[in-house]
């Protein structure tokens, strides 16, 4: 599969995702707070090179690659890149079209325990803030289309998958996804 190929197909999946996101969410009424972006402040948020690809193909179609690899090259912030606190709006995800699978992901899919039961996985704030919903949503997994987070790690695995094995702190995905477009036009343009 050539590169741009398969960016195509990780869009596809997240494309798929999103539907099955906006379809669970109108199930369970579950839903961000607005303004919130408060998971993109955790520290720790790991991603694959491949789940960043498509943003990384975009920054080069706009001439703005090396510019993003200079800022995550020097950066020592280990929050991510792309959140713009001071953003107005919904989130705060500056780059909201191109978030990784795990930003799409988090707070509206499961997990499988260790005896194969789905657990969902989602945020403080709406355990909480919408307990009625969140508990009806848990007594109800086995009924709900429910993202499933490993099978969707499986289907970036089937796109590339030594781009999608490995995964690295936030900054680091995105910067090596855009080393990974930079080599592959290095040889082409
Ligand atoms: S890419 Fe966007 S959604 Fe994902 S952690 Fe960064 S700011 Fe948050």
Redesign the pocket.
């Known amino acids: 599969m050539t590169l741009p190929e398969k960016v195509n197909a990780v869009r596809t999946v997240f494309e798929q995702l999103d539907a099955r996101i906006a379809a669970f969410q109108n199930e369970t009424s579950l839903h961000c707070k607005f303004g919130c972006?408060k998971?993109?402040f955790?520290a720790d948020?790991e991603?694959s090179v491949l789940e960043?690809l498509p943003?990384a193909l975009h920054l080069y179609q706009n001439k703005l690659a090396e510019h993003w690899h200079e800022k995550l090259q020097s950066t020592t912030v280990p929050v991510?890149?792309?959140?713009?606190p001071t953003q107005a709006g919904a989130?705060?995800?500056?780059?909201?079209v191109?978030?990784?699978l795990?930003?799409r992901l988090f707070g509206y899919s499961a997990r499988t325990n260790k005896y194969g039961k789905k657990e969902l996985v989602t945020c403080q704030i709406i355990k909480t803030e919408q307990a009625p919903a969140y508990q009806s949503a848990v007594d109800k997994i086995d009924a709900l289309d429910i993202p499933v987070m490993n099978q969707l790690y499986m289907q970036l695995h089937a796109i590339d998958f030594e781009l999608a094995q490995k995964f690295y702190p936030?900054n680091q995905a995105?910067q090596h996804a855009i080393e990974t477009v930079l080599q592959y036009y290095a040889y082409r343009d």
């Open positions: 972006g998971c993109c955790k948020i991603a960043f943003f991510c890149l792309i959140l713009n989130g705060l995800c500056s780059e909201y191109h978030r990784g795990i930003c936030i995105i």
